[in-house]
């Protein structure tokens, strides 16, 4: 199952979480396979999706990231499985 995760940044906490994110690489967590991430030009928002069997696995690989921000999970799927 796909899920988007969007990450609401503590303001001015952008450019950090980039670079935490470039040092640590996309996931530590197996269960959770990154597929890709899209930050945006004009907020303090990440977005990122991500695939696992289990909404849980999410969860605890996001609490890497609460020390910059709140985040929402949100199950998804593409058009053509819709």
Not at 15 to 22: C, G, I, K, L, P
Request: aromatic fraction near 12%; hydrophobic fraction near 40%; glycine fraction near 4%.
């Amino acid at each position: 199952m796909q899920f988007i995760v969007t990450i609401q940044l503590q303001p001015g906490q952008k450019n950090q979480a980039v670079e935490t994110f470039e040092l640590r690489g996309p996931s530590r967590y197996p269960s959770v396979k990154f597929e890709n991430a899209w930050i945006s030009k004009h907020h303090d928002v990440i977005y990122v999706l991500v695939e696992s069997v289990d909404e849980a696995h999410v969860t605890n690989a996001c609490s890497a990231w609460d020390n910059f921000g709140r985040h929402t999970i949100d199950p998804v799927t593409s058009f053509e499985q819709f």
